[in-house]
């Protein structure tokens, strides 16, 4: 017993949680030396989702944020959530890969590592563990806490066990769907207490409501370390507050010896950051306490509501949240944390919005069924399996094992462009966003970034940098916005009125101008709010449709090809997602025009809710058209190929 020590969330999990992962390096400049001097544990700064959404929306670099942390936090540990041989991405990576991004990390500033692996699969963290040792970090081990018919106090209490044989400094109770009761909590770590000399920390949710009370009782039971969030970004999906827990400890025991004031303090600051960029606080709904059913965590329910609003289906959370338990049960009980919480989620959201149960799985659905995550708790439903992967063979080695040493192949990949080694691991792990983000890093220089948080921010200043940064926006089809200087209308023109047009009520637009028009039409609140938010992101990626088309008066339009042929199939994109036309960057397209193409086979990829998922031909017959550009954005019912049927 003694004082317990508490893990600052608020840099990372916190605002993944509530915030889609949204604060910037900038937000958090001005509080990092105040955090530095609270007298916490760790701050968990880096790891998750930061990585991804800062190359992805926040055109950042994730290594760089990351000095800048170390650069002003020089007192306090700088903590990390790695996801295992999927490191900070959504499937596994080769050794090579692991053990270097490992070594970056802890140079660049790391101080913990806490792995973990969805499944409890301990082979899947035999690498980067080691990895972690060798650099002389603290490794934090977590053992993955869920409720399903196979997941006993036993399953945890050994898990923790064979960690502790593989090395682990420390044991982390990974509660992420704030499942853990407040009794079953003091149960669980007193028995790992009594098992374990090693120090236990407890991670958990506060979506059902359970949090504060799990909390108290882990700390009755001799937890060492808790996490907590401040107060802007607590509650709902988030960490409990840390003020009502410094208070609640306050003159006993267990007293943290924190600063209420200072805490308020900075607390002030990110609520200032949530007013001004308009991000909710966090609360819990009737579907969030509905957690106890459906076990979806924090994070991937803040998740599901954005990808079903891009989706255009937000009116069907319910249905998804009433699929996940089917398709967790379907898959072996996996525990819903990063990356299996995608792979089950992304099959329920599919599951409805095709109507039809695994009629389109995604690659990693089909990976995780062959084995390539690892061993699922319980095993997966045959008829489920058939359906999948068909009469394709399960793997059981360690699935690292099955994966080719990757860092000299992506360095002559990436090339030039890579301006360092921590490129090429960003290149790794998210090879089409990299290549965007280094393309966009080469084409903004120095220049800094402007936050812009709401439309009153949108200025002559802020139109000037989005002109510079955006050489033109997303257009559907094969045709493009003529460049400045042709005599149609030029791009800064439509900038411009695509800005006024986001500002007015009005919901769609059609210009005439010469031989050119331009129609717009307006998408989903939330789509224009991330582009007004992200000024990086073309203005007109804020709308549905964005459609010119231009006219040849010497000459009479021509049908387009395929057009009066009955035999022609439309394939359209069953979702809102990124076209790409290969499966890697180096790789050949999966077809061209003219190729002749079997029923069932691959003709693209659509990059969506962070996975990739296959397009495939219902029809055997000739592509007779290519619709859309290679890493072009796609809307729901978007025509992608014209196919002549045999």
């Known amino acids: 017993m003694g004082r317990i020590k508490i893990t600052d969330t608020s840099l990372r999990d916190a605002h993944q949680s509530l915030?889609?992962?949204?604060?910037?390096?900038?937000d958090m400049l001005p509080v990092l030396e105040d955090l530095d001097n609270i007298g916490y544990y760790s701050l968990e700064v880096w790891g998750g989702a930061t990585f991804d959404v800062c190359i992805r929306y926040l055109h950042e670099d994730p290594w760089e944020r990351l000095k800048i942390i170390r650069e002003h936090v020089k007192k306090?540990?700088?903590q990390m959530l790695l996801r295992g041989q999927s490191l900070v991405g959504y499937s596994h990576y080769p050794d090579d890969a692991v053990i270097r991004f490992v070594e970056e990390a802890a140079e660049s500033g790391i101080d913990i590592f806490r792995v973990f692996d969805a499944l409890n699969d301990i082979r899947n963290l035999e690498t980067c563990m080691k990895a972690i040792k060798k650099t002389g970090k603290h490794i934090q081990a977590c053992v993955v806490y869920t409720i399903s018919p196979v997941h006993s106090m036993q399953h945890f209490v050994d898990t923790a066990l064979r960690l502790k044989d593989m090395g682990a400094d420390s044991i982390c109770i990974k509660d992420m769907a704030g499942l853990l009761a407040p009794y079953t909590?003091?149960?669980?770590?007193?028995?790992?207490?009594?098992?374990?000399?090693?120090?236990?920390?407890?991670?958990?949710?506060?979506?059902?409501?359970?949090?504060?009370?799990?909390?108290?009782?882990a700390v009755e039971a001799g937890v060492d370390v808790i996490d907590t969030a401040s107060g802007p970004m607590a509650f709902g999906s988030s960490q409990p507050p840390?003020?009502?827990?410094?208070?609640?400890?306050?003159?006993?025991?267990?007293?943290?010896?924190?600063?209420?004031?200072?805490?308020?303090?900075?607390?002030?600051?990110?609520?200032?950051?949530?007013?001004?960029?308009?991000?909710?606080?966090?609360?819990?709904?009737?579907?969030?306490?509905?957690?106890?059913?459906?076990?979806?965590?924090?994070?991937?329910?803040?998740?599901?509501?954005?990808?079903?609003?891009?989706?255009?289906?937000?009116d069907r959370i319910d249905e998804v949240l009433e699929e996940i338990p089917k398709v967790r049960e379907d898959l072996g009980?996996?525990?819903?944390?990063?990356?299996?919480?995608?792979?089950?989620?992304?099959?329920?959201?599919?599951?409805?919005?095709?109507?039809?149960r695994y009629k389109m799985c995604p690659g990693e659905v089909k990976d995780y069924v062959k084995g390539l995550y690892g061993k699922p708790p319980a095993p997966i439903?045959?008829?489920?399996?058939?359906?999948?992967?068909?009469?394709?063979?399960?793997?059981?080695?360690?699935?690292?094992?099955?994966?080719?040493?990757?860092?000299?192949?992506?360095?002559?990949?990436?090339?030039?462009?890579?301006?360092?080694?921590?490129?090429?691991?960003?290149?790794?792990l998210f090879p089409q966003v990299a290549l965007k983000f280094f393309e966009y890093r080469k084409s903004r220089g120095t220049e800094d970034i402007p936050q812009i948080s709401s439309k009153d921010e949108v200025g002559e200043e802020f139109k000037e940098k989005e002109n510079k940064a955006v050489k033109q926006p997303v257009v559907k089809g094969k045709k493009r916005l003529p460049r400045r200087g042709d005599d149609e209308m030029n791009i800064d023109e439509i900038r411009e009125l695509i800005l006024l047009f986001d500002q007015t009520d009005i919901s769609e637009l059609e210009i005439?101008?010469?031989?050119?028009?331009?129609?717009?039409?307006?998408?989903g609140q939330e789509r224009k709010k991330e582009a007004l938010v992200n000024p990086v992101l073309p203005a007109a990626e804020a709308l549905t449709d964005v459609k010119t088309s231009f006219s040849d008066n010497s000459e009479e339009e021509k049908p387009a090809r395929g057009e009066n042929n009955e035999n022609v199939v439309e394939v359209t994109s069953p979702m809102v997602a990124t076209f790409y036309r290969a499966p890697s960057p180096d790789s050949p397209p999966f077809v061209e025009i003219g190729d002749h193409v079997e029923a069932g086979q691959t003709l693209c990829i659509l990059e969506a809710m962070k996975l990739m998922n296959e397009i495939k031909s219902e029809v055997s017959g000739t592509v007779i058209d290519i619709l859309v550009e290679n890493a072009e954005a796609v809307e729901y019912g978007q025509v992608l190929f014209l196919i002549e049927e045999d």
């Open 512 to 523: 005439q101008k010469d031989d050119c028009k331009l129609s717009l039409r307006k998408a």
């Open 19 to 26: 915030w889609a992962t949204r604060m910037t390096t900038d």
């Open 76 to 78: 306090t540990k700088l």
């Open 185 to 217: 909590s003091y149960e669980l770590v007193k028995a790992f207490k009594e098992h374990l000399d090693l120090p236990i920390q407890l991670h958990t949710h506060y979506i059902g409501g359970l949090a504060i009370a799990t909390l108290l009782k």
């Open 242 to 314: 840390v003020e009502t827990i410094v208070r609640a400890l306050q003159e006993t025991e267990w007293d943290t010896g924190l600063d209420l004031h200072q805490l308020f303090e900075i607390a002030t600051h990110f609520e200032q950051i949530r007013k001004h960029k308009g991000f909710e606080r966090g609360v819990t709904r009737i579907t969030d306490m509905k957690v106890f059913e459906h076990q979806v965590p924090g994070g991937m329910i803040s998740n599901l509501y954005s990808q079903l609003e891009e989706q255009k289906a937000s």
């Open 333 to 356: 009980y996996p525990p819903l944390v990063t990356p299996t919480s995608q792979v089950v989620g992304i099959q329920a959201v599919l599951n409805v919005l095709t109507g039809e």
């Open 381 to 428: 439903k045959e008829e489920i399996r058939k359906k999948i992967i068909g009469d394709e063979e399960v793997m059981n080695v360690r699935p690292a094992d099955l994966l080719e040493p990757v860092w000299e192949k992506a360095k002559k990949e990436v090339g030039e462009i890579a301006e360092s080694d921590r490129d090429v691991l960003t290149y790794i």
